[in-house]
Structures are given as structure tokens and as C-alpha cells.
Nanobody, 127 residues
């Protein structure tokens, strides 16, 4: 089993920055492809960014490309999402997710591929 705990959410003005962190426990972060998703009430949980367990492959949704950066530190069992130039439309609950992978460059954009989820952290961007 893998437990994921997110932190770093909060209230920020448009144009500001936040850094989300996700700490994994229960097993080492290596061999886990990781993703960040977000969800607003009444809508589906959408992928924001993903990273392979090697860190060598990443994916970003078009809406955050150039503003968000996903990174990982396997030695610290931590994945980060640096969010810059935040917009009110980035307001959502952000979730960290993980899936086991035997391929170092694998990541998935599909919510259904992820086996483990954190409890979420609220990000609110005011205009």
C-alpha cells in the first residue's frame, strides 16, 4: 500500500505562486509514476501534470503548460508541483496520485490508471 499526503495549498492572488508537495509512505517512490490532478465541484477530476518514476518524462495539460512544473525527489519520497502565474481558473482541489510502473519513462494521463490517491489540497486563486 502507498499513502500519499499533499500539502502546500492555500489562497493566493492571481499572478502569484504556490508549491504543492506530495509525500509518499508505505513504499519507496521509485517505480511509482506520479500525477497531479485537480477537481472543481460538479466537474470531473482532470490531469494537470505527470512524471515518470525516473523523472525523465513529463506531461502537462495545455492549460498549465509553461506555468506549472512537476518534479520529484525519490530520495525524499516527494513530488512537487510548482505553480506560477496562477489564474482564478486554477482554483480547485489538487490531488496527488501514484501508479506502479516497471518502465522508468512511463507515465499515464488517465485517471483510471492511478491506484493510489491523496486526500487533496485546496488551491484558491483570487482575482
Amino acid at each position: 500500500q502507498v499513502q500519499l499526503v499533499e500539502s502546500g495549498g492555500g489562497l493566493v492572488q492571481a499572478g502569484g505562486s504556490l508549491r504543492l508537495s506530495c509525500v509518499a509512505s508505505g513504499r519507496a517512490l521509485n517505480r511509482l509514476a506520479m500525477g497531479w490532478f485537480r477537481q472543481v465541484p460538479g466537474k470531473e477530476r482532470d490531469m494537470v501534470a505527470a512524471i515518470s518514476w525516473s523523472g525523465g518524462s513529463t506531461y502537462y495539460a495545455d492549460s498549465v503548460k509553461g506555468r506549472f512544473t512537476i518534479s520529484r525527489d525519490n530520495a525524499k519520497n516527494t513530488v512537487h508541483l510548482q505553480m506560477n502565474s496562477l489564474k482564478p481558473e486554477d482554483t480547485a482541489v489538487y490531488y496527488c496520485a501514484a501508479t506502479l510502473s516497471g518502465y522508468s519513462e512511463y507515465y499515464s494521463r488517465a485517471r483510471s490508471d492511478y491506484d493510489y490517491w491523496g486526500q487533496g489540497t485546496q488551491v484558491t486563486v483570487s482575482s
